[in-house]
């Protein structure tokens, strides 16, 4: 029990039901089908969203461009089904190989130059948007077919949304790679301390572009469900978020100065972020104030994981 408490996911998991049992004391219909429909539409979204800033978390960089690159993936996902009259399985894998050849330009120029990842990926951010903006003129793509439409909002078994799907796909193998795949372990060494990981034969540029590589793909991924979700092609995909990809990360537990993340400590972050969002729409909330609480999150996960270490280090020294 006691090893149970002390890893990521245990704090995040009691939090997450001890706010269901008490918003649902409440308000019973926190639990209501449609509820449950709408929490996990947001975060099977979300989900993706928050693994594409962990991969590269993973590796002790920050990747701002992510809603870029998945506001590309959506509006070129739209566009090609409207403008092109590509059918939604070609236009959706197009879309997802934009989104991988984003983060491979991002992971080159950050491996190729060794300039900060943070100011690679803040002028990259720039650039998608700025292509973004130039395909659409600032306007929607409307002509989304209706099969995409029925997949992002109709559900089988109830309330679950045919989402969960392609969501639980993508969660198996994301945990698969960084913990039973050489490349996931490579990630995870070169954020905990590249020189050594060089040492030891790692490819520490080859394991950036493919890091990165990867986090593209997974915000195209986001990018795409968002169209289906929204049922239009909207200029606007991505601008919201940087925050949120952070917030869940740090929520469970990923260290960002690399080398340690969660798969489901961050699942169970995007969990507490959904359920959080929607306390404030039941309880007639201003939704404005998500961003200062998931602020307040980032700053209370930062801290505990601060104290933890500090606490690890304190008593290291005493034996």
């Known amino acids: 029990m006691r090893r149970t408490m002390q890893t990521d996911w245990f704090g995040p998991l009691a939090i997450t039901i001890l706010a269901m049992a008490i918003i649902s004391f409440f308000n019973p219909a926190f639990l209501s089908p449609l509820n449950i429909q709408v929490l996990l539409l947001a975060i099977t979204v ?11 978390i993973a590796i002790g960089q920050m990747n701002l461009a992510v809603g870029a690159i998945g506001g590309l993936a959506a509006i070129s996902f739209a566009g090609m089904m409207q403008v092109w009259g590509l059918s939604p399985p070609v236009a959706a894998v197009l879309a997802a190989l934009i989104g991988l050849g984003a983060g491979i330009i991002n ?12 100011v690679i990926t803040l002028a990259t951010l720039s650039v998608f948007k700025g292509i973004n903006l130039g395909i659409t003129r600032a306007q929607p793509f409307y002509g989304v077919p209706q099969s995409v439409k029925d997949f992002g909002n109709t559900t089988f078994l109830g309330p679950l949304p045919w989402f969960v799907l392609p969501a639980a796909l993508v969660f198996g193998l994301v945990w698969y790679m960084l913990n039973r795949l050489p490349l996931g372990r490579f990630i995870l060494a070169v954020g905990g301390n ?5 040492l030891s034969g790692i490819s520490v540029p080859r394991t950036v572009i493919s890091a990165h590589a990867i986090s593209g793909l997974l915000a195209a991924l986001a990018g795409i469900a968002l169209v289906a979700r929204l049922q239009i092609g909207q200029p606007t995909i991505g601008d919201d978020w940087l925050i949120l990809s952070f917030a869940a990360p740090v929520i469970g537990g990923a260290v960002l100065a690399g080398g340690h993340v969660s798969t489901v400590a961050t699942l169970l972050g995007v969990v507490i972020v959904a359920i959080i969002t929607q306390a404030l729409v039941l309880f007639h909330i201003d939704p404005l104030l998500v961003q200062v609480v998931l602020g307040g999150l980032i700053l209370w996960a930062v801290g505990m994981n601060r ?3 500090v606490r690890v280090s304190r008593s290291l020294k005493r034996i």
């Open 46 to 56: 979300n989900m993706l969203i928050a693994f594409s800033q962990m991969i590269i």
């Open 107 to 118: 992971g080159c120029f950050i491996a190729g130059t060794g300039i900060s990842a943070f």
């Open 194 to 198: 590249a020189h050594a990981a060089e």
């Open 307 to 309: 104290w933890r270490e």
